[in-house]
């Protein structure tokens, strides 16, 4: 048996993470690329650029890799049920991917599974969300089923009044209306199965986000409930069983102390996912070696916490477009911070790298907020608050 070659299509930062476990573990990564700029081309020796939404392109390149795996969920579930037909092994597989690619498909899946969702509906005009929110109360979500991203396809309307905003949005088909539920935080609990069974899942997690895009994550969730660490751990487990799926899996959920189970399923993700990259430094398997081999049918690695709290802090696009130079600034305030940066040219906003920090020992959780705070904004800003390291 020669080492087996992992194709993935895309080549967002989330594949170009893989390249370091891939190159560890002797294995051998292809990207399928959406051009020659993007993050993970210049990390993955073969990488070939093609249109992800072409058959023959799929085909190409699946005839060279022995699994086809993702970084991101955009791919038509019609091709890849034509490569499925082919035999190409898909890891996830197209079925089991449905649930990442289409919110309403979601929300059906995680109410036959008996777990806990928002209330919801399908709806394709105005009058659907005004009879729905008449049930349910104002203000409620609109997402559209399919292709969003970082908050794009997620609109909160306050009232009757405001629908007219969503006029744009009815093009036919279903769109999704949600409650807007008063979560007091949103948790994660990041799974990984490999094909034959096995699955492991790594502490909850407590994600913030900033105007819908993630930008710092605490592991593991400070305070949370054993019960309610429990419940979810198991929830995702259940799902990725249930719903076959294979690889890195993210559930993202809002905790709702006082109300119903104390927890609601937002969505899925199955890829490697930012509210793990902590796992990168912070746990003794990394989501990015997990996925690798959870997707070759390999033993998954032990997901133990390394610390008693890691965080993870998003770099996103600022005032710095000269990052390299913040290096060393960045690097002196923090020498215990990891730093992780994706080789993307800086625009406002945009996900560019993070910053993973581990508790030392006895360390308070806000000390350690701040030091990966403090390397982050020093990269993103160019200057910045010198922060103390205690680790
Ligand atoms: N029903 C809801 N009630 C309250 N807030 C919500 C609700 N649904 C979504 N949100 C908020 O909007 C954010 C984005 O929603 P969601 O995760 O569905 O969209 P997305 O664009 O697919 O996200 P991602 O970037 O994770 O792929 C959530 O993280 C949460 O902060
Ligand atoms: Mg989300």
Redesign the pocket.
Same mark, same amino acid.
């Given at each position: 048996m020669t080492f087996p070659v992992v194709g993935v299509i895309g080549g967002g930062q989330l594949a170009r993470m893989m390249a370091g476990p891939a190159v560890e573990l002797g294995i051998e990564l292809r990207v399928l690329a959406e051009g020659p700029d993007v993050s993970a081309v210049a990390a993955v020796a073969h990488s070939s650029i093609g249109d992800y939404r072409d058959l023959q392109t799929l085909r190409d390149f699946a005839a060279g890799v022995d699994v086809v795996t993702f970084d991101h969920e955009h791919v038509p579930g019609e091709l890849l049920e034509q490569l499925a037909a082919d035999g190409v092994s898909i890891q996830p597989s197209p079925s089991a991917l449905l649930h990442a690619q289409d919110?309403l498909v979601m929300r059906r899946a995680v109410e036959d599974l008996g777990l806990p969702n928002?209330r919801w509906r399908a709806v394709r005009d105005a009058a659907g969300i005004e009879a729905f929110a008449v049930e349910a109360g104002w203000p409620v /979500?609109l997402?559209t089923p399919r292709g969003?991203?970082?908050?794009?396809? /997620?609109l909160?309307l306050q009232d009757a009044a405001g629908v007219a905003e969503a006029a744009a949005w009815f093009t036919g088909g279903d769109l999704l209306v949600?409650?807007? /539920?008063p979560?007091s935080r949103?948790l994660s609990v990041l799974v990984a199965r490999r094909p034959s069974g096995e699955s492991l899942a790594w502490p909850v997690v407590e994600s913030i986000?900033v105007d819908? /895009?993630?930008d710092e994550v605490i592991a593991p969730a400070p305070g949370l409930p054993a019960a309610i660490a429990d419940a979810v751990t198991a929830a995702g487990l259940r799902i990725a069983e249930r719903l076959g799926v294979t690889g890195v899996m993210a559930v993202?959920l809002?905790e709702t102390p006082g109300t119903g189970v104390g927890y609601l399923v937002?969505?899925l993700?199955m890829r490697p996912h930012n509210s793990g990259h902590w796992t990168m430094d912070g746990s003794l398997t990394g989501q990015f070696e997990q996925h690798l081999r959870a997707v070759l049918d390999l033993p998954l690695g032990a997901t133990d916490p390394v610390r008693q709290y890691a965080v993870m802090k998003n770099i996103l696009g600022g005032p710095n477009t000269d990052i390299y130079a913040a290096y060393p600034p960045g690097m002196s305030s923090g020498p215990s911070a990891k730093v992780h940066f994706y080789g993307k040219d800086v625009r406002p906003g945009r996900k560019i790298g993070h910053v993973n920090a581990l508790a030392a020992q006895g360390e308070p959780l806000e000390a350690v907020r701040a030091r990966a705070a403090g390397v982050a904004g020093t990269l993103r800003d160019g200057t910045g608050m010198p922060s103390t390291d205690h680790a």
């Open positions: 919110k928002p /979500v997402k969003g991203y970082d908050g794009k396809g /997620v909160v949600e409650q807007f /539920v979560f949103e986000q819908s /895009v993630c993202e809002f937002n969505e993700a």
